[in-house]
């Protein structure tokens, strides 16, 4: 772990890279062209693309992949090994057979509301917004908005019931 994110051992964390106060990051992580808010932790070999931003006091559990598009507001916490997902029909080519570049697709973009806990394994299609205080299962898929106070599960994730208390 390094007080000063930039200085993490083992990692890749460009300049345009927007740190708020107090970020904690360990090493091993590849970060670039995103923002990441106050005394928000962030755990090996997690990557996070351009255009996605992180809330303060946030935890991004190790191998956590966070892409272009993804908003993830304050107190949202990921488990490891998650995935979230930009594009709904990836190809590698375009209909002449050309490597596609960036002009020849659209970010879908995803939105976690404050206070999320998503579980381990989860994997997060684009296009959906997770509502305050959902929970989402370890392994679950997410290919619909979750609503918030509410805890999703499975594959495709269903309501399970709401969250104690709320």
Request: aromatic share 8%; proline share 4%.
């Amino acid at each position: 772990m390094a007080d000063d994110p930039r200085t993490a051992d083992y990692s890749r964390i460009a300049p345009d890279v927007k740190f708020g106060r107090g970020v904690k990051v360990f090493g091993f992580i590849n970060l670039y062209g995103c923002e990441i808010g106050d005394e928000t932790k962030i755990g090996c070999f997690v990557e996070i693309q351009k255009n996605a931003k992180i809330g303060a006091r946030a935890k991004i559990s190790s191998h956590t992949f966070i892409c272009e598009g993804v908003t993830i507001e304050d107190e949202v916490f990921v488990g490891h090994g998650v995935l979230f997902i930009n594009d709904r029909y990836p190809r590698a080519s375009t209909g002449d057979g050309s490597l596609q570049t960036e002009d020849d697709w659209k970010v879908v973009p995803t939105l976690i509301k404050k206070g999320v806990s998503i579980g381990s394994g989860a994997v997060i299609m684009c296009g959906v917004t997770v509502g305050e205080r959902a929970v989402i299962g370890a392994g679950a898929v997410v290919t619909k908005d979750v609503a918030p106070g509410t805890i999703v599960a499975g594959v495709p994730a269903r309501l399970f019931r709401k969250v104690a208390g709320e």
